[in-house]
């Protein structure tokens, strides 16, 4: 069982930047492919990024490529999700997942285990 819970969302300005913790309690999360995935009201959850179990590989969506930047430290237990440029478009519920598969290709919701329970980033225009 792993347990995650995500901090770091808010208000911020078109342009700006936020850093998203999520936080793993439970057992073997250096085992666990770590992700981020959103969802904005009236859309589907989509792939943001995902980062190997080791740290060492990570994948991100087109739209965020070059922007955002994906990172896990196992001694802390965390991952992290630093987005910088941010646009209006990133507005939604950033939500972190584990998978206890550690394939890079994976981006679909379904594979995914543990889920947290959301953090909200609004950016404003």
């Known amino acids: 069982q792993v347990q995650l819970v995500e901090s770091g969302g808010g208000l911020v300005q078109a342009g700006g930047s936020l850093r998203l913790s999520c936080a793993a309690s439970?057992?073997?999360?250096?085992?666990?492919?770590m992700a981020w995935f959103r969802q904005a009201p009236g859309k589907e959850r989509e792939f943001v990024a995902r980062v190997s179990a080791a740290g060492m590989s990570t994948k991100y969506a087109d739209s965020v490529k070059g922007r955002f930047t994906v990172s896990k430290d196992n001694a802390k237990n965390t991952v992290y999700l630093q987005m910088n440029s941010l646009k209006p478009g990133d507005t939604a519920v950033y939500y972190c997942?584990?998978?206890?598969?550690?394939?890079?290709?994976?981006?679909?919701?379904?594979?995914?285990?543990?889920w947290g329970q959301g953090t909200q980033v609004t950016v404003s225009s």
């Open positions: 439970g057992q073997s999360f250096s085992s666990y492919a």
């Open positions: 997942a584990a998978d206890s598969i550690n394939l890079l290709l994976r981006t679909s919701a379904s594979n995914y285990d543990y």
